[in-house]
């Protein structure tokens, strides 16, 4: 996973993206595909990597994305079934296998990339199908191929013949796919556009829907693994006596990350767990403390840093300035913190070793099952199942990694469970930081100057001493601000950092749309006219802006003690822009109506849009108002969901979502909203009381 961890996520999107596009993954299809496909009179048929056609016109979806609830089974599934013309309602979807040769080096599911990788590729998998089987047909009935065409899951002739796509799958199997096949334009989609009911709702409801946790394999033993509670810790020694003493206790074996404690069920491992006494060399941060954490950023902050950005006269426009503002923003760390805790079911044998696990990437499942069995490739199969959330975490490897260990050492499959307080307190985080700010206004107000030194771990991977992760959404700032400087220095105290919902942006677009607001406050401005003015060169970022403000009633009476603040990012290739509506009564906050505004390029399900967009704004709320990870000794002091707390269903605020349609290409929307929604409301309860709030999570004792 080290290697996969590496993977810049702006690079990727460059090389993968186009690259994906261009490569024929996908298109060919191995003989052992063909054969597995075809086995025990499946009667099933490939005509690419993704589309399986059976006889009975079941067109079957090979996903190569994980499904955790941001609707890629849906929406990848109406751009194939678009393309291809087939009966939506008998398109299936599987989960596909590993496998470079046709899904590309990188298998995953992150920064939400499905329809936007997945835009081109599927599509042409659509078309490629689509025109094999009127090809198929045109053979069948002798007649040139311009005369056919599909509709509804069969090619139709001109005499009005049908032929189902069934019926010519196999036909169609045996000839070589077009190299330029084509594809349809917007106006002739039929289901690309349109809020069709999500294809896991019925799976989810009546059960059939297996969640990584819901696994089971014949033989299979169950195991829970107790770790050093200190980041960096090893087991220094431990007497598995009182354990293997605990009824249904079948073994105890050392592996990298712990000791792990198997048995019949998932609670004997976890009763067996808490007999096992086990000492453990805590290591260099038995001493470690959040207040240490902050200082070390605050130092690294506070001296000049490797430029992330520079434009105009950077840091030096900022001398003879007629008004300067400086500010200090911070974040705490975060746990992912998905419904659905981390888990993994591994069989390993002499001759192969299987995973099944919600995982969201495959392909470092994969590698790193490879790693600990040293089989090649074929022999290690990875099994997608289902994800209770992931949010970034699931593109980690250590809990695949423990469980394929502890397999291999008990010689037995094994489902390896954490708990929520194993899941809390040994997460990858989202990166704490300490961020400082100086910008500078023109004798009108306007601004003119923006200097940034960001103090943050640093995980992505530096180019150049930055970290684009640590310093996206201030670097990549889109307002037309003259003169521009950022940097970055790395402040790593060795606790464990990976993606989180939207990564940098998730508390650098706090930290920049508070202070431009107040930039906005400092010039006498109002802070939707500094925007509009500052993305006058932006027309889609700034098209969000209006419309979320025109929908939110901005600058219209509200009832007294409310007021309304506005926060407006592009991240993940979307725009996102949102209003939101606080008061505050007795000390206590309260948002009462968030107004968001979305530009995703071309939509493929208006509904699931809005879901996600939802979802995002509700993560948001959760780590503005909420979460935060403290460390003592070493130590997470959040283990549950009591003192690492969400958002309640009476806490939720209206949400109104309002669709920018366009057919410019497709961004993300599961990360868009996230970024969005806590600047929204700093900035409204600035406008309700005339408190800057510049630390996060904003609190109630905050507001005094």
Not at 25 to 53: C, D, K, M
């Amino acid at each position: 996973m080290n290697a996969i961890r590496k993977v810049n996520r702006r690079n990727f999107l460059k090389v993968g993206v186009g690259g994906a596009a261009g490569l024929t993954i996908g298109f060919a299809l191995p003989e052992t595909s063909r054969l597995l496909a075809q086995s025990a009179g499946s009667r099933v048929f490939p005509l690419n990597g993704y589309v399986h056609v059976g006889a009975d016109d079941v067109v079957t979806f090979v996903l190569a994305k994980s499904e955790m609830g941001q609707g890629p089974m849906t929406a990848l599934s109406q751009m194939l079934a678009d393309e291809m013309d087939c009966d939506w309602k008998r398109i299936r979807t599987e989960f596909a296998p590993v496998d470079p040769r046709l899904y590309g080096p990188l298998q995953g599911t992150f920064g939400s990339m499905s329809i936007r990788t997945g835009w081109d590729p599927i599509r042409k998998a659509g078309a490629t199908a689509r025109e094999m089987l009127v090809e198929a047909a045109a053979q069948k009935w002798g007649v040139e191929k311009s005369r056919c065409h599909t509709e509804g899951g069969a090619v139709v002739n001109a005499e009005n013949q049908r032929l189902t796509f069934g019926s010519l799958a196999e036909s169609a199997a045996k000839l070589r796919p077009p190299s330029q096949p084509t594809l349809k334009t917007a106006s002739q989609y039929k289901i690309v556009g349109k809020s069709v009911k999500r294809l896991d709702t019925p799976l989810k409801v009546n059960g059939q829907a297996v969640f990584g946790i819901d696994a089971k394999v014949e033989g299979m033993q169950y195991a829970v693994v107790a770790r050093c509670p200190v980041f960096g810790g090893k087991v220094a020694s431990f007497d598995a006596t009182k354990a293997k003493a605990v009824p249904g206790v079948k073994q105890v074996v050392q592996i990298s990350s712990g000791v792990a404690v198997i048995a019949d069920n998932t609670w004997n491992a976890m009763e067996g767990r808490r007999a096992l006494e086990v000492k453990f060399d805590e290591g260099a941060l038995a001493n470690l403390n959040s207040a240490e954490i902050r200082t070390m950023m605050a130092e690294a902050a506070g001296k000049p840093g490797a430029i992330a950005r520079k434009e105009g006269s950077g840091e030096s426009a900022l001398t003879g300035a007629t008004k300067k503002l400086e500010a200090v923003y911070e974040a705490p760390y975060m746990s992912h913190a998905p419904m659905e805790p981390m888990n993994a079911t591994a069989h390993v044998r002499a001759d192969g070793c299987d995973v099944w696990a919600a995982t969201q990437i495959q392909t470092a499942a994969h590698g790193t099952a490879m790693q600990i069995t040293g089989l090649p490739p074929d022999k290690v199969k990875v099994h997608t199942l289902f994800l209770g959330g992931g949010f970034g975490r699931r593109g980690g490897d250590d809990f695949i990694r423990e469980a394929v260990e502890t397999s291999k050492a008990a010689g037995v499959p094994i489902k390896l469970t954490w708990s929520r307080e194993d899941d809390m307190t040994h997460d990858l985080y989202r990166p704490a930081s300490y961020t400082k700010f100086t910008g500078a206004l023109d004798a009108e107000g306007w601004p003119v100057a923006w200097h940034t030194r960001v103090g943050c771990p640093s995980f992505a991977g530096m180019q150049n001493g930055v970290d684009r992760a640590a310093v996206e959404g201030i670097a990549d700032l889109a307002y037309a601000i003259p003169n521009i400087q950022v940097e970055y220095t790395k402040a790593d105290p060795g606790i464990p950092t990976t993606y989180w919902r939207s990564v940098g942006y998730s508390q650098n677009t706090f930290f920049t749309e508070s202070f431009l607001d107040e930039l906005a406050v400092a010039g006498g401005k109002d802070p939707l006219e500094v925007r509009r003015r500052l993305l006058a060169n932006n027309p889609r970022m700034r098209a969000v802006v209006e419309l979320a403000a025109d929908k939110a009633g901005w600058g219209k009476p509200l009832p007294a003690g409310r007021a309304r603040g506005i926060a407006v990012v592009n991240n993940i290739g979307s725009f996102n822009a949102q209003v939101a509506e606080v008061s505050i009564d007795k000390g206590k906050l309260r948002v009462h109506r968030v107004v968001c505004a979305v530009d995703c390029g071309q939509v493929v399900n208006p509904a699931i849009v809005e879901q996600q967009i939802q979802s995002g704004i509700v993560y948001g709320l959760s780590a503005g108002l909420k979460g935060g990870i403290t460390i003592d000794k070493g130590r997470v002091q959040q283990q549950n969901f009591n003192t690492y707390e969400v958002l309640r269903i009476d806490e939720m605020p209206v949400v109104e979502v309002h669709i920018v349609r366009n057919q410019n290409a497709p961004g993300g929307i599961g990360e868009a909203s996230t970024p969005t929604t806590a600047p929204a409301v700093a900035n409204a309860i600035f406008a309700l009381t005339g408190k800057r709030l510049r630390k996060l999570p904003i609190r109630n004792e905050d507001l005094a």
